[in-house]
């Protein structure tokens, strides 16, 4: 105990403070009205169609979670592959990960109503009811994240783990059952909501001409519910994981970079502190969000943008003083660093707004072209999201070299001890990315809450000024969920990059357990990779060797077939919503006149039972695919794996998480009354595109942040059984 100094209790505090503050959020929201019995009875529904989904769901993580536990197990006290605290911490990562959804989520069904009653009050009423039950989100994210954190750290320091280098590498293994759970949770949702929601939008609005959300519709209750298990509780799992994997990582960079100064624990423990001021800075945020009647988008924008702005200045500032009272040698520079990741995230948050938003000519053009037919609104979207990858892309590489040099105090020499220190800058780089995460996630998770407002409102028939002010909130929370996107995959590349170097040192850490165990031929290796340049040269790490150049293309091609088994199965199970919808309408009389209820628990079920039986193979993939390479192309294959799919895969997120959003946008636009409005030839166009864009934007594209992570922790945590392969 005496190696952990007083200021890391901040750490703790902080995470509880973020957690009591989230109950207070919830209790709030509690206290509104929930509105008439109509909108209580629509809630109700969606409530226990998503806790029906949530539950079976995790039966089926929990099992995959029982057998990788076992494996872990066998591989750490069997045949000393692993350090003997993995397969606990593995477990903690996915039961904190799973938290955070499920509180998200819970807070989410019981928001949306009270969201739809506020506004009938007054814009301002809803915007702060949605987005302060979006801060609950938020901040059980943040506080479970550093509580996980702040847990293990003591637990190994208590248990006499004398090693910085062991300490952080055993943390960073919860980790992969974060990393499990959020994939399961993302791809398992995006699957659910998307295949209610294409077939929705396909016999609803196309065919039948009826509104969105309207209560004639069977699959509107599933639609509602599949925002939730979605854009909800799979978000919140996602970005758990993002946030402890950047902090996680750091630390461990600076364990290994500042191996044998005096410093080393400031530099271990330096991004769990400028996360734990960053929850009081998100809470100052959060209190400043709110806006006037009659407010358009760009005004909403700014309210929002006003919050998470000035936590973002503020954690500037904070940052500077943090390291220099941490007595940090290189503070100024490695505080640059954070700036660096901090303007990172603000610039691609603002190019995703640009591209995504119907405020901006992008959007417009593609609401333009459905005067032309569905063919060109899918074309214009297609190209759009191409297009709009140039900036996250260009901004990232950036932040990359541009955090790495003040880590470095702009010395441009790369030896072993500058590559150690240039990475850690890169890791605190996305610490500082997702310092806000509270208020950041605040706004993301507003979205869905919102989405569901305006089904409740449409369905409750609450009118058309109130109708109106929940369209505009919607509207805002489709471009604040596309920004939130775009801000996880950002961050999930810098993260990616810095455990690309922590992947270099549980090999270490595996070769070193097994010499010590007394094994001659490791005990040889270990001499020759005590740094990062000869790591490198001794495992041949260079793009002459096949074996890196095979792993960049596995690497690559795996986000390209994650996409494609993703997209696939929405298809097919939003295929059974279609024929569903049909069957309905065709049997059950008098449901297009009002006259008689729809089977809402028939399209719940199909929803349900497609995604837990489509999202097990997808997931299993993004584990199998690091462990084979690592067998069979070794350590300079599964450094070009992790390459390759962080290339490929930050693009391709990009693309489609923007496509997605603009073809959403696009049919928003039309209709507020544009080209026709709601009901016309150019309003039919845009929603083919936006039913095209779901998959994208919802399950596919967001996916692949996690899938960059998960082959990243997958490769560290059986690090062991590649090295049991030289």
């Not at 734990?276 to 943008?305: D, N, P, W, Y």
């Not at 940052?319 to 901090?342: D, H, K, P, Q, R």
């Not at 996880?488 to 040192?505: D, K, P, R, V």
Request: glycine share 12%.
């Amino acid at each position: 105990m005496q190696n952990i100094p007083s200021v890391f209790w901040l750490v703790p505090v902080a995470s509880l403070v973020a957690l009591g503050m989230a109950l207070y959020f919830y209790l709030q929201m509690k206290k509104a009205d929930e509105g008439t019995d109509r909108m209580k009875e629509i809630a109700l529904h969606v409530r226990k169609g998503a806790m029906a989904y949530l539950k079976q769901q995790y039966k089926v993580v929990t099992i995959v979670f029982i057998i990788l536990a076992v494996i872990f197990a066998i591989m750490a006290y069997g045949f000393q592959l692993q350090n003997p605290w993995v397969p606990f911490a593995f477990l903690t990562g996915g039961l904190f990960s799973g938290l955070a959804g499920f509180f998200g989520m819970k807070t989410a069904t019981y928001a949306s109503a009270r969201t739809a009653n506020a506004a009938r009050q007054s814009l301002n009423a809803g915007l702060k009811v949605a987005f302060r039950s979006g801060a609950v989100m938020g901040l059980t994210v943040v506080g479970l994240g550093l509580l996980d954190i702040a847990i293990w750290f003591v637990v190994l320091n208590m248990a006499g783990v004398d090693s910085l280098i062991t300490i952080t590498t055993t943390m960073l293994t919860f980790g992969m059952g974060a990393s499990t759970q959020a994939l399961f949770a993302r791809v398992g949702g995006g699957i659910y909501t998307k295949a209610a929601d294409v077939g929705a939008d396909i016999v609803g609005k196309v065919e039948a001409d009826i509104p969105e959300d309207d209560p004639r519709n069977p699959a509107t209750i599933a639609d509602n519910v599949g925002d939730n298990v979605g854009d909800v509780a799979g978000m919140g799992a996602d970005l758990y994981e993002s946030y402890c994997g950047s902090i996680l990582s750091t630390a461990a960079l600076g364990a290994t970079a500042y191996l044998g100064t005096q410093m080393q624990l400031q530099y271990v423990i330096a991004p769990m502190i400028i996360a734990a001021v960053g929850i009081f800075l998100s809470l100052f945020g959060i209190f400043l969000v709110r806006t006037e009647e009659g407010a358009g988008m760009k005004q909403l924008l700014h309210s929002l943008g006003l919050g998470t702005n000035v936590s973002a200045c503020l954690i500037a500032v904070a940052t500077f003083a943090i390291l220099y009272l941490l007595g940090i040698e290189n503070w100024i520079y490695i505080s640059c660093s954070v700036i660096v990741g901090l303007l990172a995230g603000v610039i691609i948050g603002q190019a995703t707004e640009y591209y995504t938003s119907h405020s901006y000519k992008p959007t417009q053009e593609i609401s333009a072209a459905s005067q032309t037919g569905a063919a060109t609104v899918i074309i214009k979207g297609v190209g759009t999201g191409m297009i709009s990858t140039m900036i996250p892309v260009v901004t990232i590489s950036v932040a990359i070299m541009l955090s790495y040099l003040c880590a470095n105090g702009f010395d441009l020499d790369v030896n072993a001890q500058a590559l150690s220190k240039g990475l850690y800058g890169v890791g605190i780089a996305a610490v500082g990315m997702l310092s806000t995460l509270g208020i950041t996630l605040a706004t993301d998770a507003y979205g869905p809450i919102a989405d569901n407002a305006g089904g409740n409102a449409e369905m409750s028939e609450l009118g058309e000024e109130v109708r109106k002010r929940t369209d505009a909130l919607d509207a805002l929370g489709n471009t604040t969920a596309a920004t939130g996107k775009g801000f996880a995959i950002g961050s999930a590349a810098l993260t990616a990059l810095a455990l690309l170097a922590s992947y270099i040192e549980e090999i270490k850490e595996a070769v070193q357990r097994l010499a010590s165990a007394g094994d001659q031929h490791m005990a040889d290796i270990l001499t020759q990779i005590q740094d990062i340049p000869a790591f490198m040269n001794y495992f041949q790490v260079n793009l002459m060797n096949p074996k890196v150049i095979v792993g960049v293309f596995i690497g690559a091609m795996a986000a390209f077939l994650f996409s494609g088994i993703t997209m696939g199965a929405v298809g097919r199970a939003a295929e059974d919503m279609v024929k569903e919808v049909r069957r309905q309408f065709r049997e059950i009389a008098g449901i297009l006149e009002g006259k008689a209820t729809p089977d809402y628990g028939r399209c719940v079920e199909i929803s349900t039972r497609s995604a837990q039986r489509e999202m097990i193979f997808p997931s299993l993939l993004a584990i199998i695919i690091p462990i084979l390479v690592g067998v069979l192309l070794g350590v300079a294959g599964v450094l070009g794996l992790l390459v390759g799919g962080l290339a490929a895969g930050f693009t391709l997120a990009i693309f489609m998480s923007n496509a997605g959003g603009a073809w959403d946008n696009a049919k928003k636009m039309v209709e507020e009354g544009n080209f026709g409005g709601k009901g016309s030839e150019c309003h039919k166009a845009t929603v083919v595109g936006d039913t095209v864009g779901d998959p994208f934007k919802d399950t596919s594209g967001p996916s692949l942040n996690i899938l960059i992570k998960l082959m990243s922790m997958v490769s560290i945590v059986m690090a062991g059984l590649t090295v049991a392969f030289l």
